[in-house]
């Protein structure tokens, strides 16, 4: 069985940074393309950024480029999303999500759309 677990969230003001992490079990971690998804009051889900199985691919939403970096530990099953400059409009539900099929495409527009396995998500909130 799949488990896949967010944690990280934060109430942090405009301007600052927060990390958050992801692990995933019941999977062999390195061979899933993952990344992150936000959902922000009365909006709809969006895809945040996605990262291939060895990182050496990602992807980004416009929004978030340059200012957030997702990272991954193979050896020790840890998604990772960095998280710099953030604005009021960041503010959201974070959920980690891994492509249920392997060696998934990494393109975020695709990722998007493709079946996954889902964390319960994780609260920032950015002050202004």
């Known amino acids: 069985q799949v488990q896949v677990v967010e944690s990280g969230g934060a109430l942090v003001q405009a301007g600052g940074s927060v990390r958050l992490s992801c692990t995933a079990s019941?999977?062999?971690?390195?061979?899933?393309?993952m990344g992150w998804f936000r959902q922000g009051p009365g909006k709809e889900r969006e895809a945040v950024a996605s990262i291939s199985t060895y990182g050496n691919f990602k992807g980004y939403t416009d929004s978030v480029k340059g200012r957030f970096t997702i990272s991954r530990d193979n050896g020790k099953n840890t998604l990772y999303l960095q998280m710099s400059s953030l604005e009021p409009d960041d503010t959201a539900m974070y959920y980690c999500?891994?492509?249920?099929?392997?060696?998934?495409?990494?393109?975020?527009?695709?990722?998007?759309?493709?079946?996954?396995?889902w964390g319960q998500g994780t609260q920032v909130t950015v002050s202004s």
């Open positions: 019941g999977l062999t971690f390195d061979q899933y393309t």
């Open positions: 999500a891994v492509d249920k099929a392997k060696y998934g495409a990494t393109r975020i527009t695709v990722f998007a759309t493709s079946d996954k396995y």
